[in-house]
C-alpha cells in the first residue's frame, strides 16, 4: 500500500512558469507583464498538475513567483514584472495624485524634473513642476489610506511640504523604490506613521531594511512618528489573534 506524492504547487510553477510569463507579455516583445495576468495563464496549469488543489492570487503574487524570479536570477533578468497599485502618493502644492503601483511609479520617476517659470499670457504666471525639487521637504507615510480627508482637512502637506504616501497595510515595492529614490535623491527624511501593533512595527522596518521583496540601493534619515506605548495608556484594549513572533524578533522590529 502506497501512496503516490502529489505535485506541490511550487513543483508546479517551477514547471509552468516561464511559458506563462512569455503567454502574459506578448512573447518576445518583452512587454510589462502585471502578476494577476501571469497568475490567470498559470492557475488552470497549476491546479492541473496539482489535483485541482485551489491556487491563491496571494499565496501566487506574494510567495510562489518572487520565489521563481529569485531561484532563476539569469532566466527572469529581462522579465519585466509589475504588481497592480495599491494605495497612493501626493504631491504638494500640485495636487498631483497618482497610485502607489509599479508602472505608476516607475513613470513619475522617470518625469521628475527641475521647477520651471511659465511667464503670463492668456493665463496667469505660475510654476510648473514635477517632482520633489523645489516643493518637497519630506516624505510621510501613512501605514492607512482613510486619512487622507484630514490631512487635507488641515492642509498637512502644503503646509510643511510633505509628500504623502498611503498604503493599505505593509508597502507594496513600488512604494518603497519611491522612498528610496526621492530621500536619497534631494535628501529629505521619511516619516512613518503607523499602528502600535506587531505589524504596524513591521510596516516601519520595511520601509528602510533590505527584504527578500526589495533591497534598498541608498540610506536617509528615517523618523518614526508611529504610536509608543504612552500614546495608548488608558484607552481601551482590543482582541489580538495569537502569532508565533518570537520576543527576539519582537525586539528587532
Known sequence: MTKEPRTTQKDAVWEVMEECYV??????RKLPAKARQIFYQARPKIMKLTDDKELRYGYFSQVLL???????PEETRNWNVVYDQRGSFEEPHTNRRLGCGTIEVDNYLHAMEAPTVKTAAFSDANVE???PSGCIAGVLY???????????????????????????GTSVTAGRRLVDEICRR?????FVLHD??????????TLHRNTRR??????????????RLEDIDGLEREPAAATKTTDDKLRTQ
Open 23 to 28: 503567454a502574459a507579455s506578448g512573447g518576445p
Open 66 to 72: 518572487p520565489d521563481y524570479i529569485e531561484a532563476h
Open 129 to 131: 513642476t514635477i517632482g
Open 142 to 168: 501613512c501605514e492607512k489610506e482613510g486619512f487622507n480627508p484630514l490631512f487635507r482637512a488641515v492642509d498637512l502637506a502644503n503646509r510643511h511640504d510633505l509628500m504623502i504616501i498611503s498604503n493599505k
Open 186 to 190: 534631494y535628501g529629505v527624511p521619511l
Open 196 to 205: 502600535f501593533d506587531l505589524a504596524g512595527f513591521q510596516i516601519s522596518a
Open 214 to 227: 526589495y533591497q534598498f540601493s541608498n540610506t536617509f534619515e528615517v523618523v518614526d512618528l508611529g504610536l
